[in-house]
């Protein structure tokens, strides 16, 4: 791999939220992008998303923001609360508090809307974003790589793998390792506001601890949507599939003799998919010649400080701007120097919090406690 080389053309793999803000940012930089993406249609998950301002500071610094706010929802308040008695451990205030402390708002978005944004961003800046492209395969050779798909083979400059956590370009750099099962499944749904009738649900980003269970719940769309993700820990995942329609009968069972805002916002719910919560241990390398990898395909991390996206919104961040900065092999070499440390404390935290929002603990003072401590150790930059 020579350093000399000034790579221009630039192969991300994956259009989900990771690579299509990087696709982004080479593009503004002045690379040539095309994006291989498996589906045959560009869509999201219908779920919603906490942006914290590290992910804000991102999208802002591409001039998405003012797009993004007309469907967002700013929440007042970061609460943990009792699944019961609905009384708070933490109540830690967001809104201009964010704002005044770190300098970006933390909102909430529909995952469908940050991605329809993104997407249309993309074509704006002369993204090529190729669908039905499932990458099979990529040999390094003299100043780019091969890549294979199926009945054809293309070349980059430089390949990035933000293929999410089941990625093929991280198999083929590391060798084949499933993701582990953590024992957690998570319940993902939205429900119209004007479905809810006998409670007023509070405009906060709650999460709601019990007992091996805990539920968030929080506001989209100005206000029209809640999103909840009620997560439970079970014993193995036999499905091939890592998301599954979920039997809402079911879910209203798990959770039945919750808090009021709990249950008459799964009263309301009429569809709702199950993930597996997956993980990974930490990569030994991020980085195989001209391929790297980014987002969930490199450091997949248990939903629960919500940060996985935002973490792949800065990556591409930081290696949009180190690669615009010429070396290439110098670049890959400082983005895991910089990213990996990072990535992999945040990964940690949130299989603490795991622990925390299950009462595994026990008693509720040490929940109180151990509350106030993250949320002081939680400062995005
Ligand atoms: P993905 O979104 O998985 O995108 C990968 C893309 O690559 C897909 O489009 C896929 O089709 C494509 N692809 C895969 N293989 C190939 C191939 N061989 N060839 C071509 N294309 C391919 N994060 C937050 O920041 N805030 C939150 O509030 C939050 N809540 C969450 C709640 C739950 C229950 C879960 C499960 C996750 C949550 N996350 C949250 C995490 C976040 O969803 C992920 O970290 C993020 O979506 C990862 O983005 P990505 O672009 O790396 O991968």
């Known amino acids: 791999m020579s350093n000399v080389h000034q790579p221009c053309h630039i192969v991300v793999v994956g259009a989900g939220i990771g690579g299509l803000t990087l696709a982004l940012g080479l593009a503004k930089q002045g690379f040539q992008v095309r994006v291989f993406e498996q589906s045959k249609a560009l869509s999201e998950v219908g779920a919603g998303l906490q942006l914290s301002p590290n992910a804000m500071k991102v999208l802002r610094s ?24 609905g009384s708070y451990y933490l109540r830690s205030p967001l809104g201009q508090e964010v704002i005044n402390r770190y300098g970006a708002p933390y909102w909430h978005v529909h ?21 039905d492209h499932k990458v099979l395969g990529y040999r390094n ?28 370009i991280r198999e083929l750099m590391l060798g084949i390792e499933a ?56 014993a193995e995942w036999l499905q091939e599939s ?24 799964l009263a309301a719910c009429e569809s709702s998919f199950v993930w597996a919560l997956n993980s990974r241990p ?7 010649g001209a391929v790297t990898l980014l987002g969930d395909a490199c450091h997949p991390m248990l939903p629960f400080m919500a940060q996985g996206a935002a973490m792949a919104i800065e990556d591409a961040y930081v290696l949009a701007n180190l690669l615009g900065k010429g070396s290439f092999s110098q670049a890959f070499n400082d983005y ?6 990072r990535v992999t404390a945040i990964q940690q935290l949130s299989r603490e919090n795991a622990g925390l929002y299950h009462m595994h603990g026990g008693l509720t003072g040490q929940l109180k406690l151990k509350a106030l401590s993250l949320a002081s150790r939680y400062a995005p930059s």
């Open 242 to 265: 890592w998301r599954q329609e979920g039997d809402v009968k079911d879910l209203r069972q798990k959770f039945s003799g919750w808090h009021p805002e709990v249950t008459e916002i």
């Open 62 to 85: 591409l001039g998405l923001d003012t797009a993004l706010e007309s469907h967002s929802f700013a929440p007042e308040y970061a609460c943990i609360r009792d699944y019961k008695s």
């Open 179 to 234: 993701p582990l099962f953590t024992g957690q499944v998570a319940w993902r749904g939205t429900v119209p506001v004007n479905a809810i009738k006998n409670v007023q649900v509070q405009p906060d980003a709650t999460v709601w601890a019990g007992p091996n269970q805990h539920v968030v719940t929080y506001y989209l769309k100005g206000g029209e949507l809640i999103n909840f993700v009620a997560v439970e820990e079970r």
């Open 282 to 288: 930490t990569l030994s390398k991020w980085s195989d």
């Open 336 to 341: 895991e120097a910089i990213r990996k440390p």
């Open 141 to 168: 050779e003299r100043n780019g790589a091969s890549i294979l798909l199926e009945g054809k083979t293309e070349w980059a400059d430089l390949l990035i793998g933000a293929d999410g956590i089941h990625s093929k």
């Open 111 to 131: 995952r469908g809307d940050l991605h329809a944004e993104l997407v249309q961003a993309c074509y704006a800046n002369d993204v090529d974003i190729e669908l």
